[in-house]
T-cell receptor, first 114, second 111 residues
């Protein structure tokens, strides 16, 4: 089944403890992206990647890191999480092309930082 | 940056009625897409309309695009309780794959 897999689904952590949220897709998509969703603010893009070793900042990159060493994986790293990073996180992937393609989203990771 | 804005923020209808949601965007686009999100779950791609298209259908969904007004609408005909969800429009500038999402319309369809 074509899908984007995020792990973990739920995570509660303490301020300052480094964590990684994994994202993997099995559709050979070039493009991958991370979003966070907060009430009243909608989805905001954190980072995106057009292909292996190519990453770029979205609208809210502060406090996050990403890497794209393999085409299928795009982990999101929080080096020193803070309570304002409590949110619902989504990974998405798509093909790349001038005509545009729809995104496939993961099921989400609900992160709570205390 | 907020590219798309949906209207209304919330919509409540009865089963069998039609639901219309609107989206406005700010800059030129390559295409405009609509997504559905059931509570707390991942977004699901519904339909994509390209900038040179004016109308597109998929099952009970009808999407229109007016590039002169920088607006789009999503019509769901004969709504069902299972259509209860949040609906988002998303668009991106020409030459880019990245999408910017609006804040969504919450649709409640009552039996």
């Amino acid at each position: 089944e074509a899908q984007v897999t995020q792990n973990p689904r739920y995570l509660i952590t303490v301020t300052g403890k480094k964590l990684t949220v994994t994202c993997s897709q099995n559709m050979n998509h070039e493009y991958m992206s991370w979003y966070r969703q907060d009430p009243g603010l909608g989805l905001r893009q954190i980072y995106y990647s057009m292909n292996v070793e190519v990453t770029d900042k979205g609208d809210v990159p502060e406090g996050y890191k990403v890497s794209r060493k393999e085409k299928r994986n795009f982990p999101l790293i929080l080096e020193s999480p803070s309570p304002n990073q409590t949110s619902l996180y989504f990974c998405a992937s798509s093909l790349v092309g001038d005509r545009g393609y729809g995104y496939t989203f993961g099921s989400g990771t609900r992160l709570t930082v205390v | 940056s907020q590219q798309g804005e949906e209207d209304p923020q919330a919509l409540s209808i009865q089963e069998g009625e039609n639901a219309t949601m609107n989206c406005s965007y700010k800059t030129s686009i390559n295409n405009l897409q609509w997504y559905r999100q059931n509570s707390g779950r991942g977004l699901v791609h519904l339909i994509l309309i390209r900038s040179n298209e004016r109308e597109k259908h998929s099952g009970r969904l009808r999407v229109t695009l007016d590039t002169s007004k920088k607006s789009s609408s999503l019509l769901i005909t004969a709504s069902r309780a299972a259509d209860t969800a949040s609906y988002f429009c998303a668009s991106g500038p020409p030459g880019y794959s990245t999408l910017t999402f609006g804040k969504g319309t919450m649709l409640l369809v009552s039996p």
